[in-house]
């Protein structure tokens, strides 16, 4: 198994931007620093920076073409190695602005479906699109319809 670590920087609220809220997360090719303000005791202000690699990030300017570019289309070729995939996205993600991503992913895999190498191959498809919210999972196939996960612990 092999796990990638892909980052995508996320811009400032409204709120934090009417509120002037200092950025304090720079991007760089694969790093994303956090830029903290602290005060040492005798109230002198200064910042203590962490850095954090990752096997790419992405900034708030980047298109959601760049973002599946970038992050999911590398993984469907890897399918049609009777390989599993999973593309995770964590955290203040947006669900709304990341719809177009799983329709792209759709598309991509079906058009390798057709190619005549595969077409012969029996390949099974099961395809999951599920927001956790809360605590709570929704499944963003049908319409937001509430999940109850069930835990098999037979299952490997």
């Known amino acids: 198994m092999h796990l990638l670590f892909k980052v995508r920087k996320r811009p400032l609220s409204k709120k934090e931007t009417a509120r002037k809220e200092d950025d304090i997360v720079t991007v760089s090719e694969n790093a994303l620093t956090v830029h903290e303000p602290k005060q040492k005791v005798d109230l002198t202000a200064y910042v203590e920076k962490h850095e954090f690699c990752f096997d790419a990030v992405l900034d708030q300017q980047v298109t959601n073409?760049?973002?599946?570019?970038?992050?999911?289309?590398?993984?469907?070729?890897?399918?049609?190695?009777?390989?599993?995939?999973?593309?995770?996205?964590?955290?203040?993600?947006?669900?709304?602005?990341?719809?177009?991503?799983?329709?792209?992913?759709?598309?991509?895999?079906?058009?390798?479906?057709?190619?005549?190498?595969?077409?012969?191959?029996?390949?099974?498809?099961?395809?999951?699109?599920?927001?956790?919210?809360?605590?709570?999972?929704?499944?963003?196939?049908?319409?937001?319809?509430?999940?109850?996960?069930?835990?098999?612990?037979?299952?490997?």
């Not at 955290?91 to 992913?105: E, F, K, N, Y």
């Open 65 to 156: 073409d760049e973002v599946y570019r970038v992050t999911v289309e590398p993984i469907v070729p890897i399918i049609f190695q009777r390989a599993k995939a999973t593309c995770f996205a964590y955290g203040q993600t947006d669900v709304i602005s990341l719809q177009p991503l799983p329709l792209r992913a759709a598309e991509d895999l079906v058009r390798y479906l057709h190619q005549p190498v595969y077409r012969n191959q029996k390949f099974k498809l099961w395809l999951g699109y599920f927001e956790i919210y809360g605590g709570k999972l929704y499944d963003l196939l049908s319409d937001r319809k509430y999940l109850i996960i069930w835990l098999n612990p037979n299952r490997s």
